[in-house]
């Protein structure tokens, strides 16, 4: 469920902030954050190949990759395209695979993708977006169904 953003590091330590602040202050991604429409979103693809990750003494197997979905309203969803690999990967959303958006396959819909870390919009796509993702590394994406832009993307 759509929640208050929660932090867990020390908001006096200036390196630890400096180094979130992008993050914990980007406008867009906050309204993902903050943004429901009767679904709280979830990982809808992963990849079949895992890597351990370690931190500490501890180690957990995770898939390579993973995409998450979040809708926002109809025809307007959030993806989340995580690379937990050692190298780039180039990652590829599927429009027709992606919950909360209706793609009408086969009718030549158009989205129209945005970045939202860098705030930027990338174009429109017809049947998927490929994007490279850095290693340990995420894409967050807004996609929208060019018939639906009657509402502001901001």
């Known amino acids: 469920m759509s929640s208050p953003l929660t932090l867990s590091h020390d908001v006096n ?10 993050i914990i202050s980007n406008r867009e991604i906050l309204a993902v954050n903050q943004g429901y429409f009767g679904d709280s979103g979830g990982i809808y693809h992963v990849s079949n190949e895992t ?18 979905s979040k809708p926002l309203e109809t ?7 995580m690379n937990s690999g050692e190298t780039t990967q180039v990652l590829n959303a599927t429009f027709a695979t992606i919950p909360g958006l209706d793609d009408g396959i086969g009718n030549g819909n158009k ?4 970045d939202l870390w860098a705030h930027k919009d990338m ?18 994406l807004l996609i929208q169904k060019m018939d639906s832009l009657n509402t502001t993307i901001s």
Do not use: C
Not at 75 to 81: D, G, Q
């Open 13 to 22: 330590d200036d390196d630890i902030m400096d180094s979130v602040w992008d």
């Open 51 to 68: 890597v351990v990750l370690k931190h500490g003494k501890y180690e957990t197997e995770v898939p390579i990759y993973q995409y998450l």
């Open 75 to 81: 025809n307007r969803v959030a993806v989340l395209l």
């Open 111 to 114: 989205y129209l993708v945005r």
């Open 123 to 140: 174009g429109v796509f017809k049947n998927s977006v490929s994007v490279p993702v850095d290693s340990h590394d995420a894409s967050f």
